[in-house]
């Protein structure tokens, strides 16, 4: 396709994914949004752009350090993609704190007064907050000089320190011998000392108050309105907050690893302890105070963040969380219960008589749980096979697994110990289930395991019979609340069978000649999808209606974005959600004027991946867990599976049309690639989420008021299983 291989055709993906959190940020400065509402959206932005620097602008500086030269598909070299995200990083902070202001006097309008460092305190508020510092924080608080027996400290990835300018007072200096040597000196006879915010102490306190106005003020200012008393016989000349992100990424050699456990758990240690990629310091900092934090910690310029307000915003989550001001927030959805399994007696008998499709959040993610867990404690059931990226804290399936294994049944579990930021805690997971008397394996050399399944294999009359469940999302009761995800319980032979044959390539050597249904990647995925797509570009060039919808989290792949452009070029209509990246541009004459990209984002995250492919009357729909990106297409374990039901199918042109027609939380993607709000045009509004509310709890209803009259249809296999 060297006819599209021409770098104007891409955008680079680190920009293309500012671009989705600028989406994220529109929320927060959405006036039809509601005010905890948009404050909860400006900390997603701030979490989500901490992962960035961690993971992304940490790799392209490993990249100019390892002097790596190849250009990315949209033509930059490393060093020039740092050059264009420092600006545009330092815009979009910029634009976080100027939302955050404007936030504050509405929040004051409405009895929440955020008190800020410059703010007046009245007599009584000063006596708390001292007395707050005395009783509860002074205890904590660990202060650290810097001298010529104590070097600058270890700073922690993330964390809240105060850094501090002190100088003896004068009826002290005198006593200073002349031969001492400073090394926290920083200019003249003032010296450097810091002191950790304590992050085991709450971040935002409420201070009492006899009216309805409700005031809270942050601990960090708590601590310097009292960091006095810290340096006893020193002067504190200046104080500010600074906070330190360090490279999180680590490099595992697997084939050399003897233990990968043990391996992953030495490089999350030193994940704390990284090179130094962003510092956030407050605005008010002393020049010479800020320049000997950057001397230390080996800082360039351009990755000072210079921020007007308190710093690391996913603290407004924790104001989001305060009790009493539900008028500003949106209605709390809570999940109801599938039509299909309302007063289910037996989710096996359910299944078999049919698929049943799950769209969470807004049905709820209970009858997953229940299906392990009903597995567990079955006599009949003979083996449970699972694949686990990320779980909960505490999460409902790990326990089950654990009973079915203490209930003498036969379970194997895959952990993807290296799933980002969660290796730790799938770590703890492993070694439960491995004492539980699992069978924990943790995936095939060089690749993540990303594919959402899992088999219980069952003894029944007349013989064995798998279920499978299959999913667009993780095994996590808690993200199933606030993901969008589908998945699907199947008892179809065929389904089992490629369920069978995945696990046992996960567990052994056993590479399949070929699948019956399912998509896996890394080795057939890529080429079925390309398939697919150029089956559509023949079908157009001989004169068929041809469309393509496909829905995703991101979509960077350089050889899926070929062959859509060699579609649109053919005529085939596609049309694209893409929630956050895309490297696909639209609009380019004679390359992508058939091609459309929406993004939607609203309150919960979008999540499922669906591919759509007709030709005339004919139509595949596939499920699964990967993105048309190279690293889940080639690096990754990932599953995507056809959809064989009529209902369901009905059921996901249904979901997919919904989304094409939001115009309240969707957003379009231009020729400039920029995005811009779906323009209403006087139609009603439409707002998939909740439409999709709306749908889930009517159907609810309507199978309550029926009794759920039991369903005598059978389950008919398709032809051949």
Known sequence: MEKFDNVEYFTNRELSWLKFNKRVLHEAKDDDVKLFERLKFLSITSSNLDEFFMVRIASLKDMVDADYKKKDIAGMSADKQLNVLAKETHDFVRKQYEIYSSLLPLLKENHLHILGHGDELSHSEKKFINEYFDEFVYPVLTPMAVDASRPFPLVRNKTLNIAALIRKRKDESSKKKKKDVYLGNVDGDMDFAMVQVPSVLPRIVEIPTDCEERKIIYLEDIIEKNIDKLFLNYEVISAATFRVMRNAEFKLDEDEALDLLEEIKKKLKKRQWGEAIRLEVEERMDASLLNFLKNELNVDEEDVFRIDGPLDLTVLMKIYSLDGFDNLKDKKHIPVANARLLDCEDIFEEIKKKDILLSHPYESFDPVIDFVSKAAADKNVLAIKQTLYR????????????????????????????????????????????????????????????????????????GIRRYVHLGTGNYNDSTAKLYTDLGMFTARESYGEDATAVFNMLSGYSEPPFWKRYVVAPLWMKDIFLNKINQCTQAAKNGSDAHIIAKMNSLSDKDIIEALYAASCAGVKIELIVRGICCLRVGIKGVSENITVRSIVGTFLEHARIFDFRIDSEEEIFLGSADWMNRNLEKRVEIVFPVADEDIIRSIKHYLEV???????????????????????????????????????????????????????????????
């Open 391 to 462: 779980v909960s804290g505490n999460s409902p399936i790990i326990k089950a697994l654990a009973n079915a294994a203490d209930n003498g049944k036969q379970v194997t579990v895959l952990v993807e110990l290296k799933a980002r930021f969660d290796e730790e805690n799938n770590i703890n997971w492993a070694r439960m289930l491995e004492k539980a008397g699992c069978h924990v394996i943790y995936g095939l050399v060089g690749l993540k395991t990303h594919s959402k399944i899992t088999l219980v294999v069952r003894r029944e009359e007349d």
């Open 659 to 721: 989304e094409l027609e939001d115009n309240v939380k969707a957003s379009i993607l231009l020729p400039d690639d920029s995005y811009e709000k779906v323009k209403k045009n006087n139609e009603a509004k439409k707002n998939s989420q909740e439409i999709f509310v709306k749908e889930a709890k009517a159907a609810y209803e309507n199978a309550v008021k029926a009794g759920k009259a039991e369903d005598d249809r059978t389950f008919t296999p398709l032809k051949g299983e």
